[in-house]
């Protein structure tokens, strides 16, 4: 988040090739989620072709979004990201209400997103009692904080690693949905399910839309592909092609074995249907599997939120408490501890509302989708701004995408607010509180302008 401009660090090497850049992009947006939402999609769309519908409209509003990044990312590279088109197109005042979201909301969010998955599906194996879900999330997130703390970390073989086994556990259910388990096995005990409204449709695509998060990451390797940065339109086209194609298959072996109403009231769509195909051992090897993706993307968001929630201290005096960098623990350990009561935090205020998981996605969305809506608008904001600054790749039919990205972000950050519970209002006003922080920071620094100028003139007066 600092605001240190990639020309004073060098300029990227162009060392990507196509597949390089597909296959990062497939591994950061294929995730955890995608044994969790499908359950909430399916209970919050009418049929089985609404349910499927919504997927393909995932990946078609990605794809949007991610042309719109290629065009920020190679126009203003920065390793800020986010913050820095924000700060460049609206100012300081925002990007510091975006630093403070990441912080509180956004980062933290997906810290206990993960370990809510992490917690279901270990619950599945080793369950603790009727609060299995919310002590497992809890014990992750003190287990993760404690070795990034002490400086024991996973290492970037042992993340590999567990990508693949991530990877694997989504080939172990598309295949022993549509050739193992009997068609319709799951159907039976479900009953008949409840039909959605248009209002529940605009839900679940937020749950969509979550499980294809992580495309806009993606968008920064637009830097390091080889031969032209044009090249990142064929990574971006190809990648959410691929990635949308494998969440319809996962998504079709889930409808075929359970069926839509028992997808709905599943909280481990993946281990039930592991459980109709190969019986007990199915639900310990995919419940296995997708603990160790959870826990290996939890570890990774507790790395990285730390370090720019300790760039945060640096950049603003009032969490100055934060860019503190502890030299016998290698790490900003007061940033560490910060991060890890929020995210304790909202685990308990899953524990409240009795269904963590949608929680967290209630508190996360509405200023997920906020932040990205400013983002879509800053590709107007900013060929108006600076028009003559150079860009290697520009959005395409231009103004049409941009716009269908904005309203597709303002239509989900509606959906997110209204069709939600207290997980949402919780958020919003945690997003308030940073806008009460932002106007002391600004009555502060207003004062001591006036103190300066007062003792200047007194200064000269004597």
């Known amino acids: 988040?600092?605001?240190?401009?990639?020309?004073?660090?060098?300029?990227?090497?162009?060392?990507?090739?196509?597949?390089?850049?597909?296959a990062i992009i497939v591994g950061i947006v294929v995730g955890a989620g995608i044994f969790r939402t499908p359950s909430l999609v399916a209970a919050n769309t009418s049929s089985d072709f609404m349910f499927l519908l919504t997927w393909v409209l995932g990946g078609l509003v990605s794809l949007i979004g991610a042309l719109c990044y290629?065009?920020?990312?190679t126009a203003f590279p920065n390793t800020g990201g986010d913050y820095h088109f924000i700060r460049k197109a609206y100012g300081k005042n925002p990007a510091f209400l975006f630093a403070w979201a990441r912080m509180s909301i956004v980062q933290t969010g997906s810290i206990a997103l993960?370990?809510?998955?992490?917690?279901?599906?270990?619950?599945?194996?080793?369950?603790?009692?009727?609060?299995?879900?919310?002590?497992?999330?809890?014990?992750?997130?003190?287990?993760?904080?404690?070795?990034?703390?002490?400086?024991?970390?996973?290492?970037?073989g042992t993340q590999k690693l567990f990508t693949l086994a991530e990877i694997g556990g989504v080939v172990l259910i598309v295949v022993?949905?549509?050739?193992?388990?009997?068609?319709?096995?799951?159907?039976?005990?479900?009953?008949?399910?409840?039909?959605?409204?248009?209002?529940?449709?605009?839900?679940?695509?937020?749950?969509?839309?979550?499980?294809?998060g992580g495309w806009n990451e993606a968008a920064y390797l637009s830097g390091e592909i080889k031969s032209g940065r044009g090249?990142?339109?064929?990574?971006?086209?190809?990648?959410?092609?691929?990635?949308t194609s494998i969440y319809l298959l996962v998504n079709y072996a889930y409808l075929k074995v359970l069926g839509h109403a028992a997808m709905g009231q599943s909280d481990a769509v993946g281990a039930d249907v592991m459980q109709f195909a190969w019986g007990d051992t199915g639900v310990w090897i995919i419940g296995l599997l997708v603990a160790i993706s959870a826990l290996t993307s939890a570890n990774a968001t507790i790395f990285t939120g730390a370090r720019t929630n300790y760039a945060l201290g640096k950049d603003f005096p009032i969490f100055s408490f934060l860019g503190h960098w502890n030299q016998k623990a290698s790490g900003p350990v007061n940033a560490f501890l910060v991060q890890g009561g929020i995210s304790l935090g909202l685990i308990g205020l899953g524990l409240i509302t009795r269904s963590g998981f949608e929680t967290i996605i209630e508190y996360t969305a509405p200023v997920f989708w906020f932040f990205f809506l400013l983002v879509g608008i800053a590709v107007f904001v900013l060929r108006k701004k600076a028009p003559d600054v150079k860009r290697p790749f520009k959005v395409p039919?231009?103004?049409?995408?941009?716009?269908?990205?904005?309203?597709s972000s303002a239509y989900l950050l509606y959906s997110s607010v209204m069709y939600t519970g207290l997980g949402a209002l919780v958020g919003i006003a945690v997003l308030g509180l940073g806008f009460v922080l932002l106007i002391i920071i600004r009555t502060t620094e207003t004062g001591k302008s006036a103190n300066k100028e007062k003792a200047s003139l007194l200064s000269d007066y004597k």
């Open 1 to 22: 988040m600092p605001e240190t401009d990639i020309t004073q660090e060098g300029t990227p090497k162009e060392k990507l090739n196509l597949i390089d850049a597909i």
């Open 231 to 243: 090249q990142m339109v064929k990574a971006l086209v190809f990648s959410i092609v691929i990635i």
């Open 114 to 156: 993960l370990a809510f998955i992490f917690g279901d599906y270990m619950s599945q194996l080793y369950p603790l009692g009727n609060y299995s879900t919310i002590l497992y999330a809890a014990l992750v997130v003190v287990f993760l904080t404690a070795i990034n703390i002490v400086g024991i970390g996973f290492g970037t």
């Open 176 to 212: 022993a949905g549509i050739f193992f388990a009997p068609e319709g096995a799951g159907m039976s005990a479900a009953g008949e399910s409840v039909l959605a409204t248009e209002n529940q449709l605009g839900l679940a695509m937020v749950f969509v839309l979550l499980t294809f």
């Open 70 to 73: 290629a065009e920020l990312t």
């Open 397 to 407: 039919l231009y103004p049409l995408t941009p716009l269908l990205f904005c309203l």
